[in-house]
């Protein structure tokens, strides 16, 4: 006696579940829903695979420097970057300002010199280096070299948060500027003023034409 194994097309039939043992077993993969379901995370070989990007407060975080075709980059001139600058990036109590506000508040700050030069050099004036903020973006002077010719501006390349610098408030003012009028100031600011002097064209006076220029609504160059 054989007991009769139901066929496709008999009520009765239910086809065969595998086993694992068996050759055709294939674990049931879990869908949305089902409280074993876990999205797949994609692996580096994987098309999809999109490596995490850290943030501030994350171990392996480090503040992004700008780069050419950035719209906040500028290609520095050959010689020494500051000493310290972005060296701790934590003192996120810097002043505000808001990128895309219709009127934003600009502040002045400084830095000490050792902060900025490789060498220490015999000035007569504040022994400090003054840099600004506006739109969250740090502007600064006098940087980039050793030799006042190859000194040059930055726009963005110093952290809002750069624990070297030592921020003044209340706000200096307020400006209705966009972001872009006063990196174009800053990048033509060799240009319309001309290289960089240690008492004629020194960082102090690039943050007081800088905010002279965005109190005008960036409609008025300063002497």
């Not at 972005?86 to 003192?91: G, V």
């Not at 506006?134 to 963005?156: L, S």
Request: aromatic fraction near 10%.
């Amino acid at each position: 006696f054989k007991p009769r194994v139901p066929e496709k097309e008999d009520p009765a039939f239910k086809p065969r579940v595998p086993e694992k043992e068996d050759p055709a077993f294939k674990p049931r993969v879990p869908v949305k829903g089902d409280p074993a379901f876990k999205p797949r995370v994609p692996e580096k070989e994987d098309p999809a695979f999109k490596p995490r990007v850290p943030v501030k407060g994350d171990p392996a975080f480090k503040p992004r420097v700008p780069v050419k075709g950035d719209p906040v980059a500028k290609p520095r001139a050959t010689g020494s970057n500051p000493i310290g600058t972005n060296e701790d990036t934590t003192c996120y109590d810097n002043p505000q300002s808001s990128p895309n506000a219709a009127s934003a508040p600009f502040f002045h700050g400084t830095t000490p010199l050792s902060l900025r030069r490789d060498v220490d050099e015999v000035i007569n004036i504040r022994p400090v280096h003054r840099v600004l903020i506006f739109r969250n973006t740090v502007f600064e002077w006098g940087v980039g070299a050793n030799d006042f010719a190859d000194k040059v501006a930055w726009e963005g390349v110093r952290e809002p948060s750069d624990c070297s610098v030592s921020w003044t408030t209340p706000a200096a003012g307020s400006s209705t500027c966009t972001l872009q009028q006063a990196i174009a100031f800053s990048r033509n600011y060799k240009t319309r003023y001309g290289t960089y002097q240690l008492l004629g064209n020194n960082c102090h006076l690039f943050v007081n034409r800088l905010m002279n220029y965005l109190d005008s609504g960036c409609q008025r160059y300063p002497s």
